[in-house]
């Protein structure tokens, strides 16, 4: 019934980006199906809908829907209603990666190719990006643990908790409460105040060249 | 319109300006709920951040440096210069187009304040700016900033103090007071800096101050900017069961602070890369400094680790490859900042004044002597009598300095509780040889923050509902008069010092005329010279001398009085006497006041003001 989506290794991001791009483009492909022949299933587009959100992959994005949908009239092709997927704008996220790069040199570390370096030096050049890193975050975002108990110790999360922010894994049976132990406190961005813009600033330029006369 | 919503107290650093506020409803005795204003500002070409701090740094970018769109700031779409923390960055890179230390600069007795000369030896094309320009800049900054988040209740409704450093003479405290009415900031007031910083500690110990301090005793504050160290003394007394502060005594205007110190381990460790057989190019000095500033502060710590690393990466986009690295050890910090700032002196260390040689350009007279215990050292031995004229102080016969009987310390320098401790252990050593009680450290200051919040919660104090410190003026004033009657500077005949301004003139009162008459030529602009003396408390209004002891007064930029021709002929000359007063703005203000008929002229400080006024002075 459930699908654990921490079985997948959560660092394989690039992965799920490729993932969610080839379930678009089946998505697309099956509409243009659909369009073309009426018989076609219904139910599949629903399934594949999902994973394609903007956001990182939550449980429920590949929650298989049970056959309870397959609708007798396939005519109308907008039924299959698809998911409201929001569209996050480039900008905020060009100005994280701008200020990551202005304080931390992140583009220029994570482009360069650490292959043949020795660890020392890599070392030192993580000095710099770790330094600027934790002033951004610190800086622009107000981190906060989602639990505050340790790591490790047992606690009970009563009915009706937050399943967006307290995610459960395991033998999840029976009816909450769930009493289980906390592997990962979680962390909540409580507070966001990115730099404001100035109207016509292209956020693409992450760093500009930079040339001394 | 009912009154000022706000108390709004703003610090005007040399490095860093900030502005505190408190709502004047919600404020009940000490108990103030003072916020910090969040300043917007250039953070990156075309970002603009919030801070709460505007770097004092002003940016006069060239035309083809950053896009025009990239400019611009909530209230302005079109500003004159950058200002804040871009200015700052891109300053860092290309220093010929940075102003910096503004307030050094307006402070320089040596430099026509009003004159366009920053950035010094700066290009000719580039665009200048006075001193005072650029403070009005920084204000102007800061209040668009204000009016943007309250644009109900705009700064100039509001009630406002701006801070100096004790030690600015009266022509940098006129200035200060000038930048602010010219932009229409017409209400503000001057706070003395260590004041605020002792005002924000009573406000935040909510009352409890009452029980901390007795009186009797003398609290020395000690405050490191980034560009200067300033220096006062308060005496506590009693007065009908409550206690009174007595701002006693003010030190010299040091300019010594915390950029020097980070600078200081720049150069150890370019010393140490030099060893190594490593050149460092400028920009590297620059990252180095940097790097330093953020090492020392977990260096300088109870239990910090023997060593930081100190890593300076390439300019280019390769990060690995390139850096430069290298470690800040304890020891060094030690050597470098610990003794070398702070080292342990007797009382009797005397400072070291080098011979300026060929000195070509204009600069700032930076202290020559790094040794801040030995300004201390001096400053304590010369204000010896600085609480004789209070009841209940009876320093001891042999005492060889005033000993203060507590410390607070302000500036972001003492976050490093090495750097305080050494303060105060060399402090004690001191009184111990005088056989006198240790001094403590008063804790709970905010060592960023205090001085602007003090000063919003003085201009709360100055309704009269709180402890306000006394003091008035911290230094008397002399003009130099020449045996010959008409003043006709130029040759040199032996000089006295006549007092006009006597120590401790309280805010809003006029000294008395002095008896001495000088004839002034109507039309011509009249010089005279002027001197001030932070310890000779007993000289009256009228007072001559003959004779006095080199470090009892210090000169200060001549003064000049120009009686207009009105209702007088040009070329007679007038007898006139010459008048103080204390504003309540918190500024001197010297007048010539005609013998007959009581007419008065206003007598500048800044003579080398507005050149094109300046005409030649007679010979």
């Known amino acids: 019934m459930q699908i654990d989506l921490n079985l997948i290794p959560t660092t394989l991001d690039a992965l799920h980006a490729g993932l969610a791009a080839l379930a678009a483009l089946l998505l697309l492909l099956c509409l243009l199906l659909a369009l073309i022949s009426v018989f076609a299933i219904s139910r599949r587009p629903k399934v594949v809908a999902a994973p394609a959100t903007t956001a990182p992959p939550a449980p429920k994005a590949v929650t298989p829907k049970p056959a309870e949908t397959p609708r007798p009239q396939p005519a109308r092709v907008e039924t299959p209603k698809p998911v409201v997927v929001r569209e996050t704008t480039p900008d905020a996220a060009l100005q994280l990666l701008g200020l990551l790069q202005q304080e931390a040199r992140f583009v220029d570390f994570v482009q360069e190719n650490i292959a043949g370096h020795a660890d020392a030096d890599i070392g030192a050049a993580v000095r710099v990006v770790h330094e600027g890193c934790s002033k951004v975050l610190k800086q622009y975002f107000k981190l906060e643990p989602v639990r505050s108990e340790a790591e490790g110790s047992r606690l009970t999360l009563p009915k009706g908790f937050d399943a967006a922010a307290v995610r459960v894994s395991g033998n999840i049976v029976g009816e909450p ?37 | 319109m009912s009154g000022p919503r706000y108390s709004v107290g703003i610090d005007l650093g040399t490095t860093n300006s900030v502005v505190s506020y408190v709502d004047l409803n919600e404020v009940d005795g000490e108990h103030a709920p003072l916020e910090v204003l969040d300043i917007p500002q250039l953070t990156s070409p075309g970002v603009i951040g919030e801070q709460k701090q505007l770097p004092s740094f002003m940016y006069q970018a060239h ?9 611009v700031l909530p209230w302005d779409d079109t500003p004159d210069a950058i200002v804040g923390e871009l200015a700052r960055q891109l300053g860092a890179k290309t220093p010929i187009r940075l102003v910096a230390s503004a307030k050094s600069w307006l402070s320089h007795a040596g430099v026509d304040r009003r004159s366009a000369l920053l950035p010094p030896q700066s290009p000719e094309e580039v665009p200048r700016v006075s001193p005072l320009e650029a403070s009005m800049a920084y204000l102007q900054h800061l209040r668009d900033a204000w009016d943007l988040q309250f644009p109900e209740d705009p700064l100039e409704n509001q009630d406002l103090v701006i801070t100096v450093p004790a030690s600015f003479d009266p022509a940098a405290r006129e200035l200060t007071v000038e930048a602010a ?12 800096e260590p004041q605020s910083a002792l005002y924000s500690w009573i406000q935040s110990s909510e009352g409890g101050w009452r029980e901390q301090v007795k009186p009797g005793e003398v609290i020395l504050v000690v405050d490191i900017g980034g560009g200067t160290t300033d220096l006062s003394l308060i005496a506590v007394t009693e007065e009908d069961g409550n206690l009174v502060l007595n701002r006693v005594a003010i030190g010299d205007h040091i300019l010594l602070g915390g950029d020097n110190m980070d600078l200081a381990l720049a150069y150890a460790l ?30 300088l710590i109870e239990g910090a680790p023997a060593e930081v690393a100190i890593v300076v990466p390439s300019r280019g986009s390769s990060l690995i490859g390139g850096a430069l690295r290298t470690s800040l050890t304890r020891e060094e910090v030690n050597r470098a900042l610990v003794n070398g700032f702070f080292p342990k002196v007797e009382l009797t260390e005397k400072l070291v004044v080098q011979a300026r040689t060929g000195l070509a350009t204009v600069g700032l007279p930076y202290a020559q002597d790094a040794r801040i215990t030995v300004h201390l050292a001096a400053f304590l031995s010369r204000q010896l009598g600085a609480t004789g004229e209070l009841a209940g102080f009876s320093p001891p016969v042999n005492a060889r300095f005033l000993h203060p009987s507590a410390v607070l310390l302000n500036g972001g320098v003492f976050k490093s509780d090495v750097l305080a401790h050494r303060l105060l252990e060399v402090l004690n050593h001191w009184l111990d040889a005088d056989g006198a009680p240790a001094a403590r450290m008063l804790e709970g200051a905010d060592l960023d923050l205090a001085v602007s919040r003090g000063a919003a919660f003085y201009g709360y104090v100055r309704k009269g509902r709180g402890v306000r410190i006394r003091g008035g003026t911290a230094a008397a004033y002399y003009v130099g008069v020449e045996s010959t009657l008409p003043a006709v500077p130029g040759f040199e005949p032996p000089l006295e010092a006549l007092c006009i301004a006597p ?26 010279r002027f001197f001030a003396s932070t310890v000779r408390r007993e000289d009256v209004v009228g007072t001559r001398l003959d004779w006095w002891n080199e470090d009892e007064l210090a000169e200060l930029p001549e003064i000049e009085v120009v009686l207009s021709a009105e209702q007088r002929r040009p070329g007679d000359i007038v007898p006139v006497h010459l008048a103080a007063r204390v504003t309540e703005v918190g500024t001197l203000q010297l007048e010539a006041v005609a013998k007959e008929g009581g007419q008065r002229w206003k007598v500048e400080f800044d003579v080398r003001a507005g050149e094109e006024t300046d005409a030649p002075v007679a010979p």
């Not at chain 1, 730099?195 to 930079?210: F, V």
């Not at chain 2, 006029?510 to 602009?525: H, K, Q, S, T």
């Open chain 2, 503 to 528: 120590f401790g003139m309280e805010e809003g009162t006029e000294a008395d005329l002095p008896p001495y008459e000088f004839g002034v030529v109507v039309g011509e602009p009249v010089h005279f």
């Open chain 2, 181 to 192: 009415q010219t932009i229409g900031l017409r209400q503000a007031v001057l706070l003395e």
């Open chain 1, 177 to 213: 409460p769930f009493t289980g132990s906390l592997i990962h406190k979680g962390w909540r961005a409580g507070k966001v105040h990115l730099p404001k813009l100035a109207e016509g600033h292209d956020a693409s330029i992450l760093a500009p060249a930079e040339v001394e006369l």
């Open chain 2, 270 to 299: 370019r010393a140490k890369l030099q060893a190594e057989g490593k050149r460092l190019e400028p920009w590297q000095l620059q990252a180095l400094t940097h790097a330093c500033r953020d090492a020392k502060e977990n260096l």
């Open chain 2, 63 to 71: 035309e083809a440096e950053l896009a025009k769109s990239d400019i």
